[in-house]
């Protein structure tokens, strides 16, 4: 699969999800359609900076070791940190425990070898997934979160759809394993921007960062990837910076 196809699939699988919860809620009453403010500018703006983020990780995936690109990612909370208070006007907060958090992405890809490409992909999916978060902050303050989500899947499936076209392969979009793929976006994603009805992009961010273990694990025991003590110590190292942080 091409990274050009993967990022369409994940937004692709994930809609007709949607659409049977949203329209679930709509009969039975619930207000999931109700939006203000900014909401569309929003959803836009978001759609597009995740359309390219998602594109950047697939070719990072693909150009990368799972470990390398996954604590490579690590790198996205510093940006957090700096941008969601400028856009979101949260308070800052969490940067030492950001700093860690890079350090260990830093451990992880030191002398990595045939893995240059691989990270310059990995770091411009950082920065547009860093501002990501901060703009999923601003939706759910001016509509559902389930709503939200579905309209942020639905453009960036549109944004994504000429880069398919251009760089993707005939047919690799029909496997079935691309359903599951879709259930567990939809899942992430409302889990997530609920969350951030409660909390700041940069907290969530950070803990969104413990997934790092289980990537380390899988690239070893299932993919055969190398290196895998330094990661390991990469991987603790950032749970250290992940608690400072929140």
Not at 23 to 31: C, D, H, R, T
Not at 94 to 113: C, E, R, W
């Amino acid at each position: 699969v091409t990274g050009a196809g993967s990022g369409l699939a994940s937004f692709l699988y994930a809609i007709p999800f949607y659409l049977i919860i949203i329209s679930a809620l709509y009969f039975l009453g619930y207000p999931i359609l109700v939006v203000s403010g900014a909401f569309w500018f929003l959803v836009l703006l978001r759609a597009l900076t995740d359309a390219a983020a998602e594109t950047f990780k697939m070719y990072a995936l693909s150009n990368g070791d799972l470990s390398m690109v996954s604590i490579l990612l690590s790198f996205m909370p510093i940006f957090t940190v700096l941008i969601a208070p400028i856009i979101t006007n949260d308070p800052f907060h969490g940067f030492s425990g950001a700093v860690l958090v890079v350090i260990g992405g830093i451990m992880a890809t030191y002398n990595t070898p045939n893995s240059k490409k691989g990270i310059l992909f990995a770091l411009a999916s950082v920065v547009c997934m860093s501002i990501n978060h901060s703009l999923d902050r601003l939706a759910v303050q001016t509509g559902h979160p389930i709503f939200s989500g579905f309209m942020m899947t639905f453009l960036a499936m549109v944004f994504t759809y000429p880069v398919y076209l251009r760089f993707g392969k005939k047919g690799e979009l029909k496997s079935n394993w691309f359903w599951l793929r879709g259930l567990f976006e939809v899942l992430f994603m409302i889990t997530k921007l609920y969350v951030l009805t409660y909390l700041s992009a940069t907290q969530v961010m950070l803990i969104l960062r413990l997934s790092v273990v289980l990537s380390v694990f899988a690239g070893f025991f299932y993919f055969k990837e190398k290196y895998f003590l330094r990661r390991l110590t990469a991987a603790l190292i950032t749970i250290i910076g992940v608690l400072i942080g929140v």
